[in-house]
């Protein structure tokens, strides 16, 4: 999980994040400024915390790769195969890769080559996109974070494109009034009634029937952006409301596409970019089909199951 964390762009030393009670007590031993909501945690520090959680937890850890994994001969247990050809059996076998391997690119612009687009996950150094005009596809965090990353940091000239309006968070209060506090209450996942139940007594879920779970999941926390992005999209960053119709590359290596917009009236323009970076939408079931849509055919979305932070 850490080298995730050391080669995410969007885990920036200044980015203000909700974070775990073990990373608040590793904070708090080594004498670090520390608030929940309004004091930023460096990159280092974080990372740092990943790995002396590996560290202590799983010092045998072996740094491998594992190339297909099948029921064993006899049917009792799985064989795996390594990257060197080794082949270990086990009777049970966990895959927890986090979200490595699950990111979704929607079907309008998967035919872009890769030097016209990319996936927000893919970098670790946005430098090279200095000076360059770039559409970033995406409302949530990743999208916003990259976002302003490329306008303020890397010097590129950005544009977002989203279906809907992007939602900025406002400042958090430190101590808030009684009345907001009785109407959101803060929860380790944020504020609201319904998220301190989630946090406090999350096993009371799983009660629920199918069909409210998975619309609870579909609609709770979605996309969004944290409130230390006001200042840096907000009168900074043109956003383009609507959704890609058409994408392709043309001969000046510049990527264009269509966009309808969304309004009372809609209609379709034309936009040419350098480049375009799909933000972060992890989908488990287009990484387990090897790369191909969800839905074939029938939607830019991807399937209910997707993780979406953009």
Known sequence: MSHLWRADARLDAHARRHVSEIVRSRILENQLRYHDLTTAIPLDTFVQYG????????????????????????GQGYALRLDDDEVVTARRVVIAT???????????????????????????????????????????????????????????????VARRAPLIGLPPVEHPPLRNRVRRPLSRLGTGWWLLLCAE????????????????????????????????IVGHIPIDIGTVQHAERRATVRARSSLTTSSREPATKSMS??????????????????????????????????????
């Open 51 to 74: 790995q002396s959680f590996q560290q202590r937890l799983v010092p045998y850890l072996e740094r491998r790769l594992v190339t297909s994994v099948d029921r064993s001969a006899n």
């Open 98 to 160: 986090g979200m490595s391997g699950f990111q979704y690119v929607p079907p309008v612009l998967a035919g872009l080559p890769p030097d016209s687009l990319s996936h927000t996950s893919d970098h670790h150094d946005l430098t090279q996109f200095r000076g360059r005009d770039v559409s970033v596809m995406g409302r949530g965090s990743s999208a916003l974070d990259v976002a302003a990353l490329l306008h303020h940091d890397a010097g590129a000239k950005v544009r977002i």
């Open 201 to 232: 007594a999350p096993m009371l879920f799983r009660f629920l029937p199918a069909s409210a779970r998975s619309h609870l999941v579909r609609t709770t926390l979605g996309p969004a952006g944290g409130w230390h992005l006001q200042d840096r």
């Open 273 to 310: 970019v350098d480049c375009r970076s799909s933000a972060a939408v992890f989908c488990p079931q287009y990484g387990l089909s090897g790369g191909r849509p969800c839905y074939p055919g029938t939607s830019n979305r991807p399937c209910r199951d997707c993780i979406s932070s953009g």
